[in-house]
């Protein structure tokens, strides 16, 4: 299916937004190395379910343009970029979905612009404080993080012998091949990677509020990133509704390993009168 997207102007540069369907919207965010190819196998099917979906390539990603300014991928940054979107798509309140670093934003967002949030998805990544608080083994999944802070050498780990560290710490998943021809163009990885570099101390020390809407939570049990731990624990920082699912034999990218599952929850969820 081809979906169909548009070039917005958001805070003086160009961002690449798909948008399908009619009703309700929904606003589908990625994370690293990915952009809204990562949903495409939600989009045609929330459309279909009566949902306006919207799922832009966020800031350095996919077709977006890739700002080179100082803390130009912060955190604040990027939420800025969603709250213009929806400015200029009309949007007063949407019910937001967000995966990796995209439900870390996600959190944030939800957290401090509950007023905009009618009720949140967060797949893999559990709130931000969970996260930080999760314990050594977070810790230890989370080892790839240190390298991709230091510029220049991480470049050239995830170049050499054709891409070999990706390959390795991605088990060669078959979205491998669209990761390493976005990623080769110029200024794109490093891109990708100042999401991590710009925002290392905002995520160590920031205070991200509890949560006033209501959240579903999805863990897959074969995520080599991420344990359960963080996920379940976002329940300690809710003041609204808390639902938790957890997807067996299915990794890191399960919206693309499970997606006939991930589709029924998401619209399930998304669809609930809360």
């Known amino acids: 299916m081809n979906l ?5 102007t958001i805070n003086g540069i160009q961002l690449k937004v798909v948008i ?23 989009i045609p099917a929330l459309a279909a379910a009566g949902f306006r979906v919207i799922a832009p390539d966020l800031r350095g990603c996919g077709e977006s343009d890739a700002p080179t300014g100082k ?39 939800t957290g401090r612009h509950p007023d905009l949030v009618d009720r949140y998805v967060a797949l893999s990544v559990g709130h931000t404080m969970a996260y930080r608080r999760s314990g050594l083994r977070q810790v230890m999944r989370a080892w790839y993080a240190a390298l991709f802070l ?49 925002n290392t101390v905002a995520m160590l020390t920031m205070k991200v509020p509890t949560i006033k809407v209501p959240c579903m939570g999805i863990w897959s049990d074969n995520d080599s990133f991420l344990t359960e731990k963080q996920m379940l624990d976002s329940e300690k920082y809710m003041e609204a509704p808390w639902i938790y699912d957890r997807i067996e034999d299915a990794g890191h990218w399960m919206q693309m390993d499970t997606p006939d599952l991930i589709n029924q929850l998401l619209e399930r969820y998304l669809k609930l009168n809360l």
């Open 4 to 8: 169909h997207s548009q070039l917005l």
């Open 20 to 42: 399908e369907g009619n009703g309700p919207d929904v606003i589908l965010l990625h994370g690293f190395p990915d952009s809204s190819q990562v949903w495409r196998n939600q």
């Open 71 to 109: 803390k130009c991928y912060s955190v604040d940054a990027i939420i800025s970029d969603i709250i213009e979107l929806m400015r200029q798509l009309g949007i007063k309140k949407a019910r937001l979905v967000g995966h990796d670093w995209g439900a870390n934003i996600g959190w944030i967002f």
């Open 150 to 198: 230091v510029p220049g050498i991480s470049e050239a780990v995830f170049r050499a012998f054709n891409w070999r560290f990706l390959r390795k710490i991605s088990n060669n998943h078959p979205e491998i091949e669209h990761w390493i021809e976005n990623l080769s163009r110029p200024g794109r990885l490093t891109a990708g990677l100042r999401w991590y570099r710009d």
